[in-house]
Structure formats: C-alpha cells, structure tokens
C-alpha cells in the first residue's frame, strides 16, 4: 500500500510562517510543506517598513526572510495573493478565497494582525501601516504631504514621526495615554524620548481624544479635545487587531489571540499549532498567557514548533524583548513595565550606553537598553534569574552587567 503524508500547511507567509518552513526545512522534514499566505509578496521583514524602508522606499531594499534554495525545496509549495478563509478541523481541510480546498496532516496558524481600526466618525479616512503595500502608498503620501497627523504615540507611531520628519514634513503626534510608548517604557525613557522628538521638531500632544475626522477637498481635519489639526495623511497607529477568523473559536484567550501550550500546540487540538503576533502561548516565567508582538517571538517560537513536528518535542517562552530605532538611538526593552515597579538608572538615561532598570521588592523585572545593546543579554539573564541585585551595584556604571548576571 503506498502511504500519502498530508502535507504540513502554514497560514500566513510572513515572519513566523516563513521562520517556520525555514525550521521545519532546517530540521529534515521531508513532509511536504505549504506555505499559504493572502499578501502578492514573498516573506520579508516588517520592522523596516517603518523605519529605513519609509525614509526611502524601494521594494527591492525589503529584506527576504527565506532563502531562494528553501521556497524551491522540493517539499515545498508557496500559494501566495490567496487567503485562507474557512478551516474545516474535523476533515482537516483548509479552503481559500480563490475556492481551493487544502488538505492537511498538520497545520500552523501564523496570520498576524491587522492595523487596529480606530473607532470614531472618519476613522476609516485613516491609513494604517502593518504590511509592504501600506509602507508603498505610505511612502508615496509623504512624497507630497506638507503635513502628517499619527494618532498613537507608541513605536510604530513614534517611527513613522522620525521617517516623516527626515523628509521635511510636520508631524503632529495624538497620544490618548499621559506619554508616549506608555506600555512599554517607564516615566524617565518615556519623557526622554518625547523630548528628542520635541526637539527634532515634532508636536507631541498627550492625554487627547480624537472625536472624527473628516475630509476636506484633498485634506484632512481631525477633531480633538484639544482642538482641530489639519494634515494631508492621517496615520492610526494604536495597535493591532489579531487575525483568529479562521482559529477554532474555542481555543480564543483573553489577549484576543490563539490559545497555546509553550510548544505552540492550540489548546486541545492534535497537530496544530500558531505562531508570533497571533499566538497567547503560555510563559511559564510569568505562570500566564502572552500575546507577544515582536520581532524575536515570531523569530523563535516556529523553530520550537519545528522541532515538534519533526519529532523532537522542543518548548519556547522567553522574556520578552523588542527594540526600536529612534532619531538614531537604539532602544531595546527587555521585560514588562509594570507602575508598581521602581526605576534605577545605570549613568544618565539617554546618554549613548545608559540604561534605565526597574525592580519590584528589589527584584530585577526589566529594562530600558539606550544604545547599548552589548548589555541586552546579560539583562535578560537577570530577568529571567529574578534576581535580588543591591540598587547600588545596579546603578553603579563602573560595575559590568555582565559581572552582576
Ligand atoms: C511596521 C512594523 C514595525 C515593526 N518593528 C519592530 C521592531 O522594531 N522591533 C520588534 O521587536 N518588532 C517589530 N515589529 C513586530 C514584528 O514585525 C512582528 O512581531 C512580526 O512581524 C510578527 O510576525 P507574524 O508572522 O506573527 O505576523 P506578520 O509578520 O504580520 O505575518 C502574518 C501574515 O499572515 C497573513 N495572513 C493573515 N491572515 C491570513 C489568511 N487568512 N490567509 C493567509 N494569510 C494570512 C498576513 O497578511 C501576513 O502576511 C514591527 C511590526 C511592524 C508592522
């Protein structure tokens, strides 16, 4: 009898779809692999979208997160421009928009999210900035805007500030939150930034609520508690919204995101798995769910998720990092930013191999890098060791970190 494996398919070819055909590829599967996703473009990285790539756009300077000899494996098929729009989990069989019908032995769900929609008269006038066609039609506003209004002061709203100022326009930033990148950053880095930003010129306004937008012949008039701004592009950049239309309803979480073990696998379900933005897997650092949108998650999670396919059961949780890039400083966040927490500076926070550290109960939960990113993994070591370090030694500079880790 001759056995026919049911292929292996991943929804979504972007950074964790495309992490996990490059593992399961790297770990020997032989299998065959079907990586589906609904945008035209081959796997590329998203953090340029809002940084070096909006500067100056060109497609052909997108970085490509799959090798050509993996996307020609001979396992290996790539549907690209279709989405899937309906799983049918008892018959393993996924359908796309285009009406075809996929069958599968395991599957990964890795659809990210989409630019959150803004929920007020006129928040469709918006544009959003989550993919490589939202940078092209982006980039090309900027080309003849004057002036730009973000609404949301966090990291994608704060980089598209920075990509918009080097180009010579205005740029009027809307944070409904006391201070920018709130979530993420504490007092002292977050008052630090708004200030750089400041300087180079952009308007930060906090604490404000936009009520509608409307248009003007070819302009834009947002309307806020604070009165009325003018722009030629309003950007929302307050978040995302996770792509779960086609997850099993009952593996949802809390986060809004699909529901897994730290293998990746979904609550309740054989064989299948989700990955990066889309994912609230459990960490058991923090003994919870997470819903992590960043960069190394998306990186990380789909090669343990490999390895499991491939028969070596692997796990994956790790202390949360991001960075960004800023008016040429590079920031890097290891941790979550809680209130309760108490800030120690290391040197002057800002200041070219500073960092800004927080404790809770003189535990060490976390950190703001000011580029110095040398320090990143001895911070995490720290962190993950919730390590007990005297204040004094932690914001002494002459100490090394990595003598304290
Ligand atoms: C502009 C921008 C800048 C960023 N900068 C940073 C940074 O500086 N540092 C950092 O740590 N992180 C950054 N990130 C976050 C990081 O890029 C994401 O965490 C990462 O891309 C998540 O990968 P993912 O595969 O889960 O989702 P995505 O990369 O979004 O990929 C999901 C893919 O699935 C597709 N899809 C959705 N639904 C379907 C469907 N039904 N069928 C088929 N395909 C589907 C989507 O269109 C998309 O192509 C940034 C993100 C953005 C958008």
Known sequence: MVHVQRPILIVGAGQAGARS??????????????????????????????????????????????????????????????????????????????????????????????????????GDLCIGLRNMDDCARLSQELDTAKRIVVIGGGVIGLEVADAARARGIDVTVLEAGPRVMGRILPPTASHWLAKRHQANGTDIRTGITVNRIDKIDAHYAVETDQGLFEADIVLAAIGMTPNTEIAPTDALGPGGGILTDTSGRIAGYDNLYAAGDVAESFNPHFGAHLRLETWRNADRQPQAIARTIAGNPAEYAEIPWMWTDQLGHNLQVVGFWTDTSEEVPRGVPGEHGSSLFWTCDGVIKGGVLFDNGRDRRFLETLVQNKAVVPTESLADPELRLKKLA
Request: charged share 25%; with cysteine; glycine share 8%.
């Open 21 to 122: 055909l490059r593992a399961l590829i790297d770990e020997g599967v032989t299998a065959p692999i079907i990586l589906a996703g609904d945008e035209p473009h081959e796997p590329y990285d998203r953090p340029p979208l809002s940084k070096d790539l909006l500067k100056a756009f060109n497609p052909k300077n997108a970085d490509p997160l799959c090798p050509a000899e993996v996307l020609a494996a001979p396992n290996v098929e790539i549907k690209l421009g279709d989405p899937v729009t309906a799983i049918d989990y008892e018959a393993r069989v996924a359908t796309t928009a285009a009406g075809e019908t996929i069958d599968f032995g395991s599957l990964i769900i890795a659809t990210g999210g989409r630019s959150r929609a803004l929920p007020v008269p006129g």
